[in-house]
Protein backbone atom coordinates (compact mmCIF):
# COMPACT_ATOMS: atom_id res chain seq x y z
CA UNK A 1 0.00 0.00 0.00
CA UNK A 2 0.99 3.67 -0.26
CA UNK A 3 3.41 4.86 1.79
CA UNK A 4 3.99 8.06 3.57
CA UNK A 5 6.36 10.54 4.69
CA UNK A 6 6.07 9.24 7.78
CA UNK A 7 7.01 5.57 6.57
CA UNK A 8 3.56 4.96 7.49
CA UNK A 9 1.51 2.67 5.09
CA UNK A 10 -2.38 2.25 4.41
CA UNK A 11 -2.95 -1.32 5.71
CA UNK A 12 -6.21 -2.22 5.75
CA UNK A 13 -7.44 1.42 5.52
CA UNK A 14 -9.40 1.92 3.00
CA UNK A 15 -11.43 5.04 4.30
CA UNK A 16 -10.26 7.12 0.91
CA UNK A 17 -11.67 4.95 -0.95
CA UNK A 18 -15.18 5.68 0.12
CA UNK A 19 -14.88 9.15 1.03
CA UNK A 20 -12.82 10.76 -2.24
CA UNK A 21 -14.19 11.01 -5.73
CA UNK A 22 -12.67 9.22 -8.38
CA UNK A 23 -12.69 10.80 -11.77
CA UNK A 24 -11.55 8.16 -13.77
CA UNK A 25 -14.23 5.81 -12.50
CA UNK A 26 -16.75 8.43 -11.94
CA UNK A 27 -16.73 7.03 -8.57
CA UNK A 28 -18.80 9.75 -6.26
CA UNK A 29 -17.59 11.11 -2.81
CA UNK A 30 -19.08 9.12 -0.20
CA UNK A 31 -19.59 5.95 -1.30
CA UNK A 32 -17.09 2.80 -2.18
CA UNK A 33 -15.04 2.22 -4.84
CA UNK A 34 -15.90 -0.93 -6.74
CA UNK A 35 -11.90 -1.84 -6.62
CA UNK A 36 -12.08 -1.78 -3.28
CA UNK A 37 -12.28 -4.96 -0.73
CA UNK A 38 -13.30 -2.62 2.49
CA UNK A 39 -10.74 -3.27 5.20
CA UNK A 40 -8.24 -4.95 2.90
CA UNK A 41 -6.98 -2.70 0.49
CA UNK A 42 -7.32 -2.06 -2.91
CA UNK A 43 -8.37 -4.55 -5.71
CA UNK A 44 -6.53 -3.55 -9.00
CA UNK A 45 -3.34 -1.78 -6.36
CA UNK A 46 -0.45 -1.09 -9.03
CA UNK A 47 -2.78 -0.56 -11.95
CA UNK A 48 -5.19 2.33 -9.37
CA UNK A 49 -5.74 5.74 -11.05
CA UNK A 50 -2.75 8.02 -10.60
CA UNK A 51 -5.12 10.32 -8.45
CA UNK A 52 -5.39 7.10 -5.55
CA UNK A 53 -1.82 6.69 -5.88
CA UNK A 54 -0.35 10.09 -5.39
CA UNK A 55 -3.01 10.42 -2.50
CA UNK A 56 -1.89 11.00 1.29
CA UNK A 57 -3.93 11.75 4.30
CA UNK A 58 -2.62 13.71 6.76
CA UNK A 59 -2.58 10.89 9.05
CA UNK A 60 -0.10 8.58 6.39
CA UNK A 61 1.45 12.23 6.37
CA UNK A 62 2.57 11.36 10.26
CA UNK A 63 0.16 14.91 11.03
CA UNK A 64 -1.71 12.45 13.35
CA UNK A 65 -0.74 10.06 16.00
CA UNK A 66 -1.69 6.62 15.37
CA UNK A 67 -5.13 6.68 16.97
CA UNK A 68 -6.12 9.09 14.01
CA UNK A 69 -5.59 6.42 11.36
CA UNK A 70 -9.00 7.06 9.17
CA UNK A 71 -9.88 3.72 9.84
CA UNK A 72 -10.06 4.05 13.76
CA UNK A 73 -11.37 7.80 13.51
CA UNK A 74 -13.41 7.30 10.57
CA UNK A 75 -12.59 10.57 9.46
CA UNK A 76 -9.94 11.07 6.36
CA UNK A 77 -8.09 14.37 6.57
CA UNK A 78 -6.10 16.38 3.86
CA UNK A 79 -4.87 19.95 3.09
CA UNK A 80 -5.69 21.89 0.26
CA UNK A 81 -3.83 25.34 -0.63
CA UNK A 82 -6.25 28.13 -2.09
CA UNK A 83 -4.62 31.59 -3.58
CA UNK A 84 -6.83 34.22 -2.18
CA UNK A 85 -6.51 37.44 -3.65
CA UNK A 86 -2.60 36.73 -3.47
CA UNK A 87 -3.22 34.71 -0.47
CA UNK A 88 -2.60 31.43 0.48
CA UNK A 89 -4.93 30.01 2.83
CA UNK A 90 -4.69 26.07 4.28
CA UNK A 91 -7.58 24.47 4.33
CA UNK A 92 -8.13 21.18 6.26
CA UNK A 93 -10.44 19.25 4.61
CA UNK A 94 -12.34 16.38 7.35
CA UNK A 95 -13.66 13.96 5.33
CA UNK A 96 -16.26 11.63 7.05
CA UNK A 97 -15.96 7.53 6.73
CA UNK A 98 -19.20 7.16 8.57
CA UNK A 99 -22.14 9.39 9.61
CA UNK A 100 -21.39 11.44 12.83
CA UNK A 101 -17.98 10.93 13.29
CA UNK A 102 -17.38 14.77 13.07
CA UNK A 103 -19.29 14.51 16.02
CA UNK A 104 -17.19 12.92 18.24
CA UNK A 105 -14.41 14.60 20.95
CA UNK A 106 -11.67 13.73 19.28
CA UNK A 107 -12.86 14.91 15.76
CA UNK A 108 -14.40 18.19 17.56
CA UNK A 109 -10.81 18.45 19.13
CA UNK A 110 -9.46 18.41 15.47
CA UNK A 111 -11.11 21.58 13.90
CA UNK A 112 -10.41 23.52 17.63
CA UNK A 113 -6.66 23.00 17.33
CA UNK A 114 -6.80 23.84 13.37
CA UNK A 115 -8.98 26.62 13.63
CA UNK A 116 -6.78 27.66 16.49
CA UNK A 117 -3.38 27.29 14.25
CA UNK A 118 -5.10 29.62 11.52
CA UNK A 119 -6.26 26.64 9.31
CA UNK A 120 -9.90 27.12 7.65
CA UNK A 121 -11.52 24.07 8.07
CA UNK A 122 -14.05 21.79 5.78
CA UNK A 123 -16.16 19.54 7.03
CA UNK A 124 -17.38 17.16 4.61
CA UNK A 125 -20.46 15.57 6.97
CA UNK A 126 -22.58 12.30 4.94
CA UNK A 127 -25.33 12.16 4.63
CA UNK A 128 -28.13 9.59 4.50
CA UNK A 129 -28.92 10.11 0.48
CA UNK A 130 -24.89 10.18 -0.69
CA UNK A 131 -22.54 12.25 -1.06
CA UNK A 132 -21.74 15.30 1.45
CA UNK A 133 -23.07 18.14 3.57
CA UNK A 134 -20.33 20.98 4.14
CA UNK A 135 -19.79 23.33 6.98
CA UNK A 136 -17.14 26.06 6.44
CA UNK A 137 -15.19 27.09 9.63
CA UNK A 138 -12.83 29.74 9.91
CA UNK A 139 -11.08 31.37 12.60
CA UNK A 140 -12.47 34.44 13.91
CA UNK A 141 -11.58 37.38 11.98
CA UNK A 142 -8.93 35.60 9.76
CA UNK A 143 -10.36 36.89 6.43
CA UNK A 144 -12.92 39.07 4.81
CA UNK A 145 -16.31 38.41 3.93
CA UNK A 146 -14.77 38.96 0.13
CA UNK A 147 -11.97 36.36 0.89
CA UNK A 148 -14.73 34.18 2.35
CA UNK A 149 -16.96 34.18 -0.23
CA UNK A 150 -13.91 33.73 -2.54
CA UNK A 151 -12.67 30.99 -1.20
CA UNK A 152 -15.91 28.86 -1.08
CA UNK A 153 -16.05 29.77 -4.89
CA UNK A 154 -12.76 28.38 -5.35
CA UNK A 155 -13.42 24.91 -3.29
CA UNK A 156 -16.81 24.52 -5.30
CA UNK A 157 -17.74 24.14 -2.10
CA UNK A 158 -21.80 23.42 -1.62
CA UNK A 159 -21.44 24.58 2.18
CA UNK A 160 -24.26 24.53 4.02
CA UNK A 161 -23.29 26.62 6.88
CA UNK A 162 -20.41 29.10 7.35
CA UNK A 163 -19.06 29.58 11.46
CA UNK A 164 -16.39 31.84 11.72
CA UNK A 165 -15.77 31.30 15.12
CA UNK A 166 -14.31 28.26 16.46
CA UNK A 167 -16.97 25.56 17.59
Not at 30 to 41: E, L, T
Request: hydrophobic share 35%.
Amino acid sequence: MTNGISGRTCGGCTACCKTHYIEKFDKPAGVWCSSCAIGVGCRIYGAHPDECASFKCLWLLGEFPESHRPDKLKIVADFQHEKVYGRVITVVRLWEASEGALDKSESLKLVKASLESKYVVLQRRLVPSGGYSDQLNAPANFMSAQELAELIRLLGSDEDEVVTEPP
